[in-house]
């Protein structure tokens, strides 16, 4: 493929613009605008800059190949003598980078190095990404990016998306369309109240959108530029951040009520207004009191999705379904008892609840029975009726309150234990033997990360369940060896789902997010665990294929919005999944005339 970059001559007459382009001098090095002279207090005109030369090339990520450039390009486009003379292939780019990065031991570090990359080199920085995508998945996402938004203040050295704030209180469409590019197909919004297990991160959670967005493009293909990190900023409750000197968000406490509604109701009207009824708004990291509330809102009028609710929910039923596949029985056979009833473990209830539905063709109401929930007071119960949140009074069956989790493992007797409480070990060695008493092969799920959040790591429930666990878990550990078997820990990831269905919703041209359409995505990655994969403890597929599992399942997901009457790329293509795939963004430098 060849493509010209582009060039901008923004600040300059006709003229001077026409000149420039025919390559005759201009001015040489006077200082035209006066920025040199100018004093600290004195405004300057920063877009009023002559790009004819290949320096700005060189500044601009998207089109920046670095020592790649062939001599021809560097001839046409002005770099003679801005690079070294040697020329180096992508490949070898590649390899001199990666060295580096393993040269870093701090996770931190290896983060910031990423990022850096990004910004200088997009092409490079996805090859890199795709091609190690197992190595590099912990840096840029879980568990690094936490550590990365507590300390993004510190750490914070050029903007990646977009901030909204209170400030901008009835200026939000005007915000939006500072953002350069127009054609966005995917935003991804965070209020930074509940960043993984760590809180209140306010306007630090950016790290979030950011990193997600990199996996959207990574895993699922979506194109960068079509990609939209946003970050609404309320305040923060986070003491210690307000009283940081490099915090970089509103100093004042959280905005509720009317003041929080108003400002997200004009930013999702905004949206549409900007970009169209087809643009994916992924809700992230909302704390639950909010982040059902949006969700119920604005699922009728918007293309919308919570990962937290509806990502997390597809992953873990994706990993039940491919470990029933081989333990044995069906969903409906199983008794689930959920550890923490917020968003992740309410909205993996109801996606189990309505798999089970389906397959056994009874009632969601007669599937849910099967569930059980334990929250901070212990087992929701119909006696607790009058004091839990209205998603939580479901589960809320006929049963003698429990006030701790190894009381209802006993009285329940499930048979998958599923931890998303974020409290770190409290799948004790207790709680493991008692599942493991039960259950001939115990599904264990501990699902909370980061890592220090995890209701137990790999090596405790292998070992405490005589290397009978079916485990999985939200953050990566490392393979495990117990009676002289070898198992690797399967990381029930949300990037297993959300680029491969933000993908299928794209490439539909779908205009809303139905229960059918996540409930295909999980179909579709259980599909893809094979025994081989089941034999070593894996019940997801390794992420090395990550590309090819999200073609299957934008593939499906695109079918469930064709079927459903929501999808608006017309004609329907024949092959799906080669349509995924064409439409995939490839990272591989482009020859510019």
């Not at 390559?23 to 920025?35: L, N, P, Q, S």
């Not at 089109?63 to 021809?72: D, I, R, Y």
């Not at 209170?166 to 469409?173: A, E, I, N, S």
């Not at 009632?363 to 009058?386: H, M, P, T, Y």
Request: proline residues 5%; hydrophobic residues 40%.
């Amino acid at each position: 493929a060849r493509a010209a970059p582009y060039c901008t001559m923004a600040g300059r007459s006709g003229e001077e613009a026409d000149a420039a382009m025919a390559g005759v001098a201009t001015g040489g090095v006077e200082d035209a605008y006066g920025e040199d002279r100018a004093t600290e207090d004195q405004p300057v005109t920063p877009w009023a800059v002559c790009i004819a030369s290949g320096h700005s090339l060189l500044r601009d990520p998207r089109h920046n190949k670095g020592l790649s450039f062939t001599e021809k390009e560097r001839d046409a486009h002005y770099l003679r003598g801005l690079l070294p003379p040697v020329v180096l292939s992508q490949e070898l780019q590649e390899k001199r980078l990666l060295q580096n990065v393993r040269q870093l031991e701090v996770p931190l570090q290896r983060y910031m190095f990423l990022m850096d990359l990004q910004e200088r080199n997009e092409r490079l920085f996805y090859k890199l990404m795709i091609d190690n995508v197992e190595e590099l998945l912990p840096v840029v996402y879980t568990p690094t990016v936490g550590e990365a938004c507590q300390k993004y203040g510190s750490i914070f050295r050029r903007s990646q998306g977009l901030y909204i704030s209170l400030k901008d209180k009835g200026r939000v469409l005007e915000v939006l369309r500072n953002w350069p590019e127009k054609s966005i197909q995917v935003i991804v919004v965070t209020d930074g109240e509940r960043i993984l297990g760590l809180g209140d991160l306010g306007c630090q959670g950016m790290g979030i959108p950011v990193g997600k967005l990199a996996l959207y493009t990574a895993l699922g293909g979506v194109r960068p530029s079509a990609c939209l990190p946003i970050t609404i900023d309320v305040g923060t409750n986070n003491e210690e951040l307000l009283n940081d000197e490099f915090y970089i968000g509103l100093r004042q406490k959280r905005a509720t009520g009317q003041e929080y509604t108003e400002l997200l109701d004009e930013f999702m009207v905004a949206v549409k207004q900007n970009y169209g009824q087809k643009v994916l708004v992924q809700f992230e990291d909302f704390a639950n009191h909010n982040a059902f509330t949006l969700l119920e809102k604005y699922k009728a009028t918007h293309l919308v999705f919570n990962d937290d609710i509806q990502g997390t929910a597809a992953v873990v039923l994706a990993g039940l379904m491919a470990g029933l596949k081989f333990a044995g029985g069906t969903l409906a056979d199983h008794t689930f008892l959920f550890f923490g009833a917020g968003e992740a473990g309410t909205g993996i209830a109801e996606l189990v609840a309505l798999e089970i539905s389906m397959q056994s063709k009874t009632s969601q109401e007669e599937a849910r029975k099967n569930i059980w929930l334990v929250d901070s007071k212990g087992l929701i119960v119909s006696s607790r009726k009058d004091s839990i949140q209205p998603f939580k009074k479901l589960y809320a069956h006929e049963h003698e309150p429990v006030k701790d989790l190894l009381s209802a493992i006993k009285d329940i007797k499930p048979t998958a234990l599923i931890g998303s409480a974020g409290v770190g070990q409290s799948f004790t060695k207790e709680v493991i033997e008692a599942m493991s008493s039960i259950n001939k092969r115990p599904i264990i799920l501990a699902l909370s990360n980061p890592t220090s959040k995890s209701e137990c790591t790999a090596e405790q429930a292998y070992s405490w369940s005589q290397g009978r666990a079916i485990f999985g878990s939200g953050s990566p550990f490392d393979p495990v060896k117990y009676n002289d078997k070898l198992f690797v820990p399967a990381q029930a990831n949300n990037a297993y789902i959300f680029p491969g269905f933000g993908l299928g919703v794209v490439t539909s041209g779908a205009i809303r997010v139905k229960d059918d359409m996540v409930l295909a995505a999980a179909e579709a990655l259980a599909e893809q665990v094979t025994a081989e994969h089941f034999d070593k403890g894996l019940i997801y597929p390794p992420f090395s294929s990550i590309r090819k599992i999200s073609a299957n399942i934008a593939a499906r997901v695109a079918v469930k919005a064709y079927d459903l009457g929501l999808a608006s790329h017309l004609p329907r293509p024949k092959d799906l999944v080669k349509y995924a795939e064409s439409c995939m963004y490839s990272p591989i430098y482009r020859s510019y005339r």
